[in-house]
């Protein structure tokens, strides 16, 4: 953790970070010093020179120039001593002589009491006010804010002139005008060739802002340029929420050998890769040159995309804790199209059945699928692309197993049920909801199955405790699924909405707000209002989103389902159904029979406390059920009102037809 | 007795924010610190100490992936 | 030599070959060391080798003689020149034809050919051998040891010179940490000019690495960019394998397995022997992985320059290896600790790797023993061992020379450097290259090392001097350096690339003779502003020629601005080409005239004409009669 120095700056004692730059210290003690070359978002490279202060360190003066200087021992110093002052006054006579008409230099001049560069006047010397002045902000801004090296510098020494490559327009271009944004002067000019977007400057700005975040913030926070989401396995394993042996544990000693740090080493180097080209956050991932073990292409050295997060911990799920198995699965199931989501959590699925012995060899054809079997998921996986085999069976999902081993095999449907985690028919993703009922509400809750970008209120529920009422936990049932179903409405990603967070964003709002994220929310309506002219708020956003959330709903219902009975989770995703998994966190739960259930769980035996946590549990998230259907406006059996469709203007009579015979 | 996210943590003379957070095991890079409702800046977390009775929330802002 | 014969080597092998090279040479009756640095083999060098070669076989003597291609002898003067060992007989200036003489008369007649023999301008005397020659009696050699007396391109000569037996010892010792106290007792300090203490360089670089468990690298700067310089391609071209072998220790002692020779693009002889070098290394097992058999990796790779003198700056150097472009960054966190690729860097020059294996052969006392200065007060107190200066100008004896620390200018030009030719004056010595000073007649006590130079306005640097006669203008000479520099700005930060263009455009025309006596005071402003605010070295020092020719000689500059008056004889636009009365009317300087500017009758004085006469000096070179005058 930093460490802080005592300095002073001009007489004035000040605190800084050790290893911060200097320039910092010097404004936040209020004191200035002019500067060209440095911006507030990009790493500064100490050109201009006009920072140049003095500092007295071990007794030795020297000029050093503040933008970029690390102050690491305690140090004095002056931004207004003789030399200093009398070097920025011939620097702004150089800057003066050279472009006399721009007005950032014309400002630089008055700063440090110079009119007359003609000292300086020659050949070069360029009349026009929009000059470029050779700062470096763009090519550091092409670089830093969108990962790509169009512009630079040729020409060595005075022929020193901005460029493209060669000399021509760059195909690499994209025209995100990051350049622009940072250009001091107007030396470079946007041309807009676009679809007709309302107000271009208003998204640009927006945009800029999230780019300035990238490139200065992201180091510090996600670090999603960095690792991407791989980063999430590590703090997840951590928070004990990291899904384990099909979602029994929340963490696992093992979960090493898959993490972000792992992951990096085996990253392409160096390349921060977008989903297109010119995304400031860029962090998609991919591992190159990976030799396959198995299947059609063994042999072949190929780039894997990714793993994300939910590719690694739905490896985690399966307890295949081995770096080459998680790319070769990533691999395999985008060459044959299959989820990795849905394959892990089926097969975490498959294999606790087999290893209590639902299922045996018998019915696999052969093949041994305790947990962490991974070789035997990756011939699963080959069976199911060919059509064959026991592969062919896993391919159809949970929801038709469960059937199928209950009918032929004589398995225990109520146990399958209990460790099936799917709803809706489709697989639940890689987080473990068991000690959130708001995040059970999340997942079981939403109409297109437990898929958690609808909401995730793991932190917010569990750790921050933020949400302690059912109301509560409601209200954020109700925001959430509207605000993250917006993004998909819109086709944006929702990563730049908090896989980044403002510097400020804790010290500006109370916490409950800054949980949002207000500046960024603000961030994709400005891009919404520049795109369309329509201004928008939170309100006129949910109304949005509303509109195709309870639509969905309505058809949900006209297809037969979209009630109350298809929103009941597996008991898996609420608490623990085996003896084993209670005792896991048996102090927990023992605490959680006493504080809230009221039971003493001393002298009980584990099997019982099972049960009593489990009624308590299931009893708590009917009421979750009940409070959250209110807030949305729907009946007790979980179908939207006909007055909620009129309030959101989607009564049109083929909709009231879906649902106007569940109305209470 | 100081409460971390009503949480009851066992307080001791000196104990700092960063104390705080290590006995919650809570090393997560999007955190908001109050100290009975005072914002509490990152890089003053080994600094700050916390008053025996102190309400701390250690707000994660986190929405997953 | 091919490498047919080189295999792989073990420890005990060394004086194995040492024994065998020195029994081959004791069979011959004598060698012929034939220079071939870069400055005779323009000379034809080259020729002159292999007409000697050709010669004695014509003769049938060549079990009796052999012909050794060596490195750069230094005394370039003299050159072409070819050295008799062990007699030591010195030959120079040769021509082809001169060869056969030599062949017939001397190696077969066994008579001297005094005519090629070397005769001392100032004491007109001739000397046989080469010891007695001035230019070689007050020099020391440590770095250039081996100079002339092996073939660069063949490694076993080195060996048997007892090379790589100092990389044995190091690797036997094993202690990593010792060889850095040696190196530290010793009071080694960067011969590239900056005069950092080795041993501190390699010690903060060892531990940046330990502590964040980082590899580490060993460059070497052959980058050599100042005018007028040659001592780091001299020794690259004469001994490649002290700089390999100095480097091999280094990486030991940082712990280091991968190392790099930045060399500039302008130095093919030397690029070809450093490749050489390096393949005849890799194949006997002196490069690569268990070197002699001792278990330590280590490999070398070589980057061409490009062509940019910023590029011999340390952080600028390490950019360009990593393919960017050549510009420096501050160096407020030292390329030690964030150096190439971000890690652990140690970057030294040519000539203090070649100093390396003699301090472990002959150990640090004895290295620290020659000079001036107390290394055992701190290592920044020690101006131990010597230092290698390239001698150029206008001065009899031009060359390489090696002298200890702390000699004096005086001693160097007069003693080593035969004094200033052809009855002229001293007016002044330029040292340290772009980023040194002008120093007048008065300085020529001071010593020559890190230290003492600075104070005058100059400073020793990587070891260029040019001397000046009274023929010189040191306004030109400051313009030159100026313009030098202002063309090698890479020109990233504001005052060296605005700065330095300011000052090329005044000084030029205070020479053009468009100078104000405003210009002088700006000048001095200017140059202050460039030296305390420039991001490197580069402009930070590129103001100390002018700065001290101000200080010496502000009287040129006044008579340059106040006069309009070149007084050397140098600036075109401020002189004036007349024919004096001793003129006999030869016409020879008429005919020879480029733009016929040159009017006369036969026995007749002759008249120049001030708009057709370009100055070319043409005239004042062919007149027999001292007829021309230059004002």
Redesign the interface.
Known sequence: MAQMIDITINGKPVQVIQGSFLLGAVRSAGFDVPTLCHHKDLTPNGTCRLCLSEIELKGRKRLVTACNYPVREPLCVSTTAEPVVKHRKMLAQMYLGRWPNVPAIQNIAEQCGVTDGSRFKSELTEENPKACILCGHCTRACEEFTLERVLDFAGRGIKRHLTMAFGEPDSHCIGCTSCAYVCPTGAISVVDALNNPKDPVKIRNAGMRVNAEMATLDQSQCRMRDVGTANIVDVMNRYDLLPVHNYRFGSHEEAFKIDSKVLKSRFAQGAADGCWLGCSMACAKTVDHFELQTGPYKGHKVCVDGPEYETAAASSNMGCFDADFLFEFNFYCDTYGVDTISVGTCMAFVMEAFEAGVITEKHTGGLKLPFGACDEVLEILHQMARGEGFGVDVGKGIRWLKNKWAKEYGADADYLRDIGMELKGLEYSEYVSKESLAQQGGYALATKGPQHDEAWLIFMDMVNKQLPTFEDKAEALYYFPLWRTWFGLNGLCKLIWNDVVPADNSKKHKPQDAAKIPDHVRGYFEFFEGMTGTALDETRMLEQSARVYNFQRCISRMLGFGTRKDDIPPYRSMGPVTVEEYESRAERYDAQLKDQVGVDPTGKNTAEKVRLLRAFREGQYQKLVDVVYKRRGWTSNGVPKIERLKELGIDLPEIVEMVKNDQE | MIRV??NEVPWRDGMTV?DCLDAM??????I?V?VDDV?V?S?R???TRVPDGADV????????? | MSNHNLKPIDKSDLEKIAARVREGFGRYKAMIMVCTGTGCVAAKGFDIRDKMTSEIEKHGLQNEYLVVSTGCNGFCAAGPLAVLQPSGVFYQKLKAKDVEEIVEKHLQGGQVVTRLLYTDPVTEKTHEKMEDIPFFTKQQLVALRNKGLIDPENIEHYIARGGYTALRKVLSDNDPEKAIDEVLASGLRGRGGGGFPTGLKWRSGRKAAKERGEPIYVVCNADEGDPGAFMDRSIVETDPHSVLEGMLIGAFAVGSHEGFVYIRKEYPLALVRLERALEQARTMGLLGKNILGMGFDFDIEVHRGAGAFVCGESSALMASMAGKPGEPRAKYVHNVEYGYRDKPTILNNVETWANVPVIFEKGSKWFASIGTGDVSKGPWNGNSGTKVFSLVGRVNHTGLVEVPMGMTLREIIFDIGGGIPDGRSFKAVQTGGPSGGCLPESCLDLKVDFDSLTEAGSMMGSGGMIVMDDRSCIVDVARYFINFLTDESCGKCTPCREGLFALNRTLTKICDGQGTPDDLAFLEELSQTVAAASLCQLGASAPNPVLSALRYFKAEFEAHINDKRCPAGVCKPLIQYGITDACTGCVVCAKRCPTQAITGEKKAKHAISSEKCIKCGVCLEVCKFDAVEVK
């Open positions: 996210n009503e960063q095991g809570y090393d997560f890079v999007h908001t109050t914002f800046e890089i977390y080994r600094t929330r250690a707000i994660h802002l986190y929405h997953g992936g």
